[in-house]
Nanobody, 125 residues
Framework: QVQLVESGGGLVQAGGSLRLSCAAS????????MGWFRQAPGKEREFVAA????????RYADSVKGRFTISRDNAKNTMYLEMNSLKPEDTAVYSC??????????????????WGPGTQVTVSS
C-alpha cells in the first residue's frame, strides 16, 4: 500500500512558476514508477509527466515538454513537478499516482494503482 498526498498548488500569473510535491507513505517507494496527471473542469484527465523508479527514465506530455520537470527523491519518499512558464491552459487539479515499476514508464492513467487527492493549480491571464 502507498498513500500519496500532493502539495504546492495555488494561484499564479501566466509566465510564473510553481513546484508541486507528492509525499508518499508506505513501503518500497523506490520500487514504484510515479506519474503526474491533471484534470481541468469539463475535461478528461490527462497525462502530464512520469518518472521511473530510479529516475533514469522520464516522459512528458507534448504540451508541457520544456516547461515542466519531474523529479524524485527516494530517500525522502517524495516526487516533484517543477512547472515554469505557466499558461492559463495549465489550470487544473494535479494528481500524483504510483504503480509498480515496469520496463516502460506508463502514460496511461488506468495503469496506475495509487492516487493522491489532488492539488489545484490556477493560472491567471
Amino acid at each position: 500500500q502507498v498513500q500519496l498526498v500532493e502539495s504546492g498548488g495555488g494561484l499564479v500569473q501566466a509566465g510564473g512558476s510553481l513546484r508541486l510535491s507528492c509525499a508518499a507513505s508506505g513501503r518500497s517507494f523506490s520500487s514504484y514508477d510515479m506519474g503526474w496527471f491533471r484534470q481541468a473542469p469539463g475535461k478528461e484527465r490527462e497525462f502530464v509527466a512520469a518518472d521511473s523508479w530510479s529516475g533514469s527514465s522520464t516522459r512528458y506530455a507534448d504540451s508541457v515538454k520544456g516547461r515542466f520537470t519531474i523529479s524524485r527523491d527516494n530517500a525522502k519518499n517524495t516526487m516533484y513537478l517543477e512547472m515554469n512558464s505557466l499558461k492559463p491552459e495549465d489550470t487544473a487539479v494535479y494528481s500524483c499516482a504510483a504503480k509498480k515499476t515496469s520496463v516502460v514508464v506508463s502514460i496511461r492513467d488506468y495503469e496506475y494503482t495509487y492516487w493522491g487527492p489532488g492539488t489545484q493549480v490556477t493560472v491567471s491571464s
